[in-house]
């Protein structure tokens, strides 16, 4: 397995901002996904981008993908207090290997 | 969405006693099913892959003694913590991949552990 690692470590912006967390990773992937967390509960899937993909939107959400230099980058456009949770990256090479994590970034959207 | 229910959502034990996690993917079979284990501020840390039918792989550094694993069906996973101690105390969480769409993961809520 291989791990992504976030940054920055922590982003604290207003509400209507964009926030913009990074990704990087080490070894050749399948799929790319980010989760977001909320304090004290589980992860929550936000979206998925393929090795053969660029860019993905969904919602707020919009992820791109460069595989030639192993990033990712997801933006939160319009950035609400809900917003207020750590994400992670989670590079992938596919099937059932397993995954793991960085520290992520905390995001704090401040009202 | 595809859930993962996982059970106890918070457990306070006294030191010394065992404790079961259970964790069930509710509208799909998962072979494979991971456990995490989270402190305050910081990232989730892989203890395990749990697998249908056979044994689990710890990740290096976890006691396999100490944290049994048993997926005894394509629904169920269970963690439980033996004899446990203050250190033990920590956030858990399961995560399963489902069999017929095994790109994406999806996570129980986590079950907070206080050893007391």
């Known amino acids: 397995s291989q791990q992504g690692e976030e940054d920055p470590q922590a982003l604290s912006i207003q509400e209507g901002e964009n926030a913009t967390m990074n990704c990087s990773y080490k070894?050749?992937?399948?799929?790319l996904q980010w989760y977001r967390q909320n304090s004290g509960r589980g992860l929550v899937h936000l979206i998925l981008i393929r090795s053969n993909e660029r860019e993905k939107h969904s919602g707020r959400l919009r992820v791109t993908l460069d595989t030639s230099k192993k990033s990712s980058s997801l933006l939160i456009t319009a950035s609400r207090a809900a917003d207020t949770a750590s994400y992670f990256c989670a590079p992938h090479s596919g099937g059932y290997q397993k995954v793991t994590f960085g520290i992520g970034t905390k995001l704090q959207v401040i009202p | 969405g595809a859930v993962v229910s996982q059970h106890p959502s918070w457990v306070i034990c006294k030191s010394g006693t065992s404790v079961k996690i259970e964790c069930r993917s509710l509208d799909f079979q998962a072979t494979t099913m991971f456990w995490y284990r989270q402190f305050p501020k910081q990232s989730l840390m892989l203890m395990a892959t749990?697998?249908?039918?056979?044994?689990?792989?710890?990740e290096q550094g976890v006691e396999k003694d100490k944290f049994l694993i048993n997926h005894a069906s394509l629904t169920l996973s269970t963690l439980t913590v033996t004899s446990a101690h203050p250190e033990d105390s920590s956030f858990y969480i399961c995560s399963a991949i489902p069999m017929l769409a095994n790109e994406k993961l999806f996570f129980g809520s986590g079950t907070q552990l206080s050893v007391l």
């Open positions: 749990s697998n249908e039918g056979s044994k689990a792989t710890y």
């Open positions: 070894t050749s992937i399948n799929n």
